[in-house]
């Protein structure tokens, strides 16, 4: 089993609607996830960035984090044609020192 | 201003050839990290750094060394490139291994 592992895409989202991005890791022992945005031959930037379970939102960005399931999800409200880009999901391993990301959810947003 | 600076951006080389890529943070991060970037495989760390003189493997090690002699540099050193060492390259440092990751331009490598 992969540590992280999100679905590849791409998800396309209709101009205005609910973006829905899901991650699932593996280390039990992970403590803090990470949601990062890279664009076509860009660095990745951070997004959102959770520790305990339940929502976090900023702005039209919300964080979920399930330690029970070992799932994180990304809400994206209101999507915009600038959102498009690819959402890595991080879960750096506990006790190995390792910062591991998932491959990447590409998500196109369609004018 | 708080970046991470990679050098070169793009690089084409030849097999065989040593090559460093050069990484600089100014925010006093202890931990540093080297990934590739390939399609379809997303980001995988090459090799990690806790602090200086401490460096560990990461998930795809084959090929590459390090070294972490001050804490703000961290380079990437391919001793002999190979073909399939043809990626885009990443430098990241945070404040330690679970916070923020700030990530270099990139580097485009090509290895022919």
């Known amino acids: 089993q992969k540590e992280v592992e999100q679905n590849s895409g791409p998800l396309s989202v209709p101009e205005g609607a609910i973006a829905s991005l899901n991650c699932t890791y593996s280390?039990?022992?992970?403590?803090?996830f990470f949601w990062y945005r890279q664009y076509s031959g860009k660095s990745p930037e951070l997004i959102m960035f959770?520790?305990?379970?339940g929502d976090k939102e900023d702005g039209r960005f919300t964080a979920q984090l399930n330690k029970a399931s070992q799932y994180v999800s990304l809400l994206i409200r209101d999507s915009q044609p600038s959102d498009s880009a690819t959402y890595l999901c991080?879960?750096?391993?506990?006790?190995?020192?390792?910062?591991?990301f998932g491959t990447g959810t590409r998500l196109k947003v369609l004018a | 201003e708080a970046q991470v600076t990679q050098n070169p951006r793009y690089l084409i080389t030849v097999t065989g050839k040593k090559l460093t890529v050069t990484c600089s943070q100014n925010?006093?991060?202890?931990?540093m990290s080297w990934y590739r970037q390939d399609p379809g495989l997303g980001l995988r760390q090459i090799y990690y750094?806790?602090?200086?003189?401490?460096?560990d493997k990461g998930d795809v090690p084959e090929g590459y060394k390090v070294s972490r002699k001050e804490k703000r540099n961290f380079p990437l050193i391919l001793e002999s490139p190979s073909p399939n060492q043809t990626s885009l390259y990443f430098c990241?440092?945070?404040?330690?291994?679970?916070?923020?990751?700030?990530f270099g331009q990139g580097t485009r490598l090509t290895v022919v």
């Open positions: 990241a440092s945070s404040l330690t291994d679970n916070t923020e990751a700030f």
């Open positions: 280390d039990r022992g992970s403590q803090s």
């Open positions: 959770i520790y305990s379970n």
């Open positions: 991080a879960a750096p391993g506990s006790g190995t020192y390792k910062y591991i």
């Open positions: 925010m006093n991060h202890e931990y």
């Open positions: 750094s806790m602090n200086v003189e401490v460096t």
